[in-house]
């Protein structure tokens, strides 16, 4: 079944680090681009970082942040969280099976919690 399953959020204290992880099944589609979304408290979503023919983050989590890929698992590293990273992460997959055919997947998203 193609799809994509985000896990590793949780509860952490400011200043520490969260990984996520993104399981993609492909099924017999080509994975085009990956990323991460964030749905924080009061704001649209927004673009953490993406991967693709280039790496792209928000400017809000350069230098923090870094997401990379292995097989068909995606990571975000989360470094010196802060409370405004609290949120909803979403994972997203666009796949098809050709260029001009893809879709995007979503995650159902993972809770990440920046308090003391």
């Known amino acids: 079944q193609v799809g994509v399953v985000e896990s590793g959020g949780g509860l952490v204290q400011p200043g520490g680090s969260l990984r996520l992880s993104c399981a993609v099944s492909t099924g017999v589609l080509t994975v085009y681009s990956q990323g991460w979304y964030r749905q924080t408290p009061g704001k649209e979503r927004e673009l953490v970082a993406k991967?693709?023919?280039s790496t792209i983050y928000a400017d809000s989590v350069k230098g923090r942040f870094t997401i990379s890929k292995a097989k068909n698992t995606m990571y975000l590293q989360m470094n010196l969280l802060t409370p405004d990273d609290t949120g909803v992460y979403y994972c997203?997959?666009?796949?098809?099976?050709?260029?001009?055919?893809?879709?995007?997947?979503w995650g159902q998203g993972t809770q990440v919690t920046v308090s003391s």
């Open positions: 991967i693709g023919g």
């Open positions: 997203t997959a666009l796949m098809g099976l050709g260029p001009q055919n893809t879709y995007d997947y």
